[in-house]
């Protein structure tokens, strides 16, 4: 029995199941009592503790990652801290990458904190999921059965990205992949792959290289034999990794190879020339978590131009990123710079 199921039977989200079971006193108390009585009828395993009635004082939220050196971290940071009441306040924990200790500070924090923000792969699903049934947790960046995630969808920044690159002639994409950020990554090149098959574009994947600027120029020398004339990499740092390997070998960008990125990161508009970029909306992604938590519809953040797209996505075959009935998706958008070429965002209209 998993907590995704008392939530489609009660007929609410799974963290506000999570908080019915764990800290009732923020949810109405009938309508706590009922999800609390419809999961023990159901077999679900509640809490081994009691639940707190206490609904007074801050609403405290702890946000954890894995690294907070890329400035990533803070935009979702702020996103979250807005979300939350005057009094409320969101503590971020840098985790670091061995997963034992993250998942043994994920065991401290039960009984410390309202909720968690989970954006670290440093922890394994089972172990989530049974701490999910303790506090409200909410996981970002990749979907996890049984527990409400926040999702970027990469295809529409994509979509947005390969017309500009079929507009420009150019039919032959690279996509140069990461060796961490497993989910991230195979989502980023199915949904190449699916829109370069709708659009008759060619696309091929290279790597796995580091996620770093010199993971780029490694891959730069292997493109000078593949000669594609675009190239997206998993990242915003890969792809300045690439633009100066290709410059070094005498290669221009982006009259022979365009070259887009991913996160729209600090390094992008640095770059000569600066980076074309698929942004991820990790504000409104932070926002969204803690709406969650807080058992709130989460605010997506959506434009009409956004949702049209979507839908006209979805009408050419072109799959959500998950099938999770858990995941909230959240749309990508496509930031033009002068590693693509000089059009402007008016060569959007119509994608």
Not at 218 to 230: G, T, V
Not at 289 to 304: F, H, M, N, V, Y
Request: charge should be positive.
């Amino acid at each position: 029995m998993r907590m995704i199921d008392v939530a489609a039977r009660a007929g609410v989200s799974p963290s506000t199941v999570s908080r019915a079971l764990n800290n009732p006193g923020r949810l109405n108390s009938q309508t706590a009592d009922h999800i609390r009585s419809l999961a023990r009828s159901m077999g679900y395993p509640l809490p081994d503790h009691p639940p707190s009635r206490d609904a007074t004082g801050p609403v405290m939220i702890t946000f954890l990652v894995q690294d907070t050196s890329n400035g990533i971290s803070s935009q979702i940071l702020a996103g979250a801290q807005e979300a939350l009441p005057e009094q409320g306040a969101v503590g971020i924990i840098e985790a670091g990458a061995e997963l034992g200790r993250t998942e043994d500070l994920l065991e401290q924090l039960v009984g410390r904190t309202h909720g968690i923000i989970l954006a670290t792969d440093q922890v394994r699903a089972p172990t989530a999921r049974r701490l999910g049934r303790h506090l409200p947790l909410v996981v970002l960046n990749r979907p996890m059965e049984g527990l409400p995630s926040v999702l970027p969808d990469a295809s529409t920044g994509l979509a947005q990205a390969l017309e500009l690159l079929r507009r420009q002639g150019r039919r032959s994409i690279v996509y140069i992949a990461s060796r961490v950020g497993a989910w991230s990554d195979r989502s980023r090149w199915e949904s190449l792959q699916a829109l370069s098959r709708t659009m008759g574009l060619e696309c091929r994947r290279m790597g796995p290289v580091n996620p770093t600027v010199q993971g780029g120029r490694q891959a730069a020398i292997a493109l000078e034999q593949e000669s594609p004339d675009a190239v997206v990499a998993y990242n915003d740092l890969i792809a300045a990794g690439v633009i100066l390997g290709l410059q070094s070998k005498g290669i221009t960008v982006p009259d022979r190879v365009g070259v887009i990125g991913f996160d729209n990161t600090m390094v992008a508009p640095v770059v000569k020339p600066a980076v074309a970029t698929i942004r991820i909306p990790r504000r409104t992604i932070g926002h969204a978590a803690a709406d969650i938590l807080l058992g709130r519809k989460p605010e997506t953040g959506q434009s009409r131009q956004q949702a049209a797209l979507i839908a006209q996505l979805r009408k050419a075959g072109i799959p959500p990123v998950t099938e999770d009935r858990g995941a909230l998706t959240l749309p990508t958008s496509l930031i033009i710079r002068d590693s693509l070429g000089t059009l402007t965002s008016s060569a959007l209209e119509g994608v």
